[in-house]
């Protein structure tokens, strides 16, 4: 279904876009066609329109809340590696639009099934090596420790404090303190590469040839090597049994160090490297998923917090030195703490 009129003249970015559209008659767009293609967690919005002959995707980037350049960026760069990212068709870098070509409407949430789950997982570890092959320092702003710390710090404010309802009291924050520290030391040690920081599921899509074609990554980083492997394979929107997900991370290990990728050569501490990593993406995501609720009233990622917090927990539970995080969530969640920890 297109956009109305009536919404059209509603929705001043819209206002703004159309002409812009219009302007590029090489692309013979039919403007009465538009309509929402996706939206995401930020104030970045999609939108699909058509020609005669195809379809095309325009990013809605409102300049004084979003900067459209770091996405012309990274698309660059990660085109570089031959995976399937959006051609970059048209700028209008001033007023925030972009025209790219479309990759279609099926993520591979949508599709992923039982049975070609193990086809799919593997496409896309090979397309995260091919762009962690060509990464390369002072390309990309640096995943460091102020900006680990800083989305650890969104769980006590949004999650604890603010979604809960509980205080934040000397006690609990000596704990988080002390597992901040020791997550931050262990991210902080692994080896850098480029890093998408939401490759997962609803930002990859389905192609009937190249997959995965590769959404959302304007917000890259270069950081620890294990963060897009644990954002994949421990998605917020979809969980796998631990035992394929071990052969999952084995299997991307196993590429990663035949093609010269500077994983741990170890992997069990490099498995070790993924589940911290993956602790502090969690805990991050359960602050980002709560302050979208509570400040940005998006409550539909309220039923991805019980998944979230279900890998935050049992990593925690995992490893002695997280004992006393571990009793902490055991407590949030109003459950009684089991004192067994696997390493």
């Known amino acids: 279904m297109s956009t109305t009129a009536s919404n059209i003249a509603s929705d001043s970015r819209l206002v703004q876009l159309l002409p812009w559209l219009q302007s590029l008659t090489a692309?013979?767009?039919?403007?009465?066609?538009?309509?929402?293609?996706?939206?995401?967690?930020?104030?970045?919005?999609y939108f699909r329109v058509d020609s005669d002959k195809d379809s095309y995707i325009v990013m809605d980037a409102p300049p004084d809340k979003e900067k459209i350049e770091p996405f012309i960026h990274v698309d660059e760069l990660f085109k570089e590696s031959g995976v399937a990212v959006p051609e970059i068709l048209a700028k209008n870098i001033e007023e925030g639009f972009l025209l790219l070509s479309d990759l279609g409407s099926s993520t591979y949430l949508a599709k992923l099934t039982e049975n070609n789950a193990d086809q799919l997982y593997r496409e896309?570890?090979?397309?995260?090596?091919?762009?962690q092959m060509v990464s390369r320092p002072g390309m990309l702003p640096e995943y460091d420790r102020d900006a680990l710390l800083r989305e650890l710090k969104l769980f006590p404010e949004w999650y604890i404090a603010k979604h809960l309802g509980r205080k934040?009291?000397?006690?609990?924050q000596a704990v988080l303190d002390k597992a901040f520290d020791i997550l931050l030391a262990n991210n902080l040690a692994q080896p850098q590469v480029f890093v998408h920081r939401d490759y997962h599921s609803r930002n990859l899509m389905y192609l009937e040839q190249g997959n995965p074609g590769i959404l959302d990554f304007q917000d890259a980083l270069y950081g620890p090597v294990t963060y897009d492997l644990v954002s994949l394979l421990k998605d917020a929107y979809v969980e796998w049994d631990e035992?394929?997900?071990?052969?999952?991370?084995?299997?991307?290990?196993?590429?990663?160090?035949?093609?010269?990728l500077p994983v741990n050569p170890d992997i069990d501490q490099f498995y070790r490297d993924f589940e911290?990593?993956?602790?502090?993406?969690?805990?991050?995501?359960?602050g980002i998923f709560a302050r979208l609720y509570h400040r940005d009233g998006k409550e539909n990622y309220l039923k991805d917090i019980p998944l979230v917090m279900k890998y935050a927990s049992k990593t925690a539970h995992r490893y002695s030195e997280l004992a006393p995080l571990a009793r902490l969530l055991d407590e949030l969640q109003d459950i009684k703490a089991d004192a067994t920890y696997s390493f």
């Open 276 to 286: 911290f990593m993956g602790l502090q993406r969690h805990l991050k995501v359960l």
């Open 243 to 260: 035992a394929r997900v071990l052969d999952w991370v084995i299997r991307y290990w196993e590429s990663a160090r035949k093609v010269g």
């Open 124 to 131: 896309a570890l090979h397309a995260l090596v091919r762009i």
């Open 27 to 45: 692309f013979k767009l039919d403007v009465s066609t538009i309509r929402p293609a996706s939206s995401d967690a930020s104030f970045r919005r």
């Open 168 to 172: 934040i009291s000397p006690e609990r």
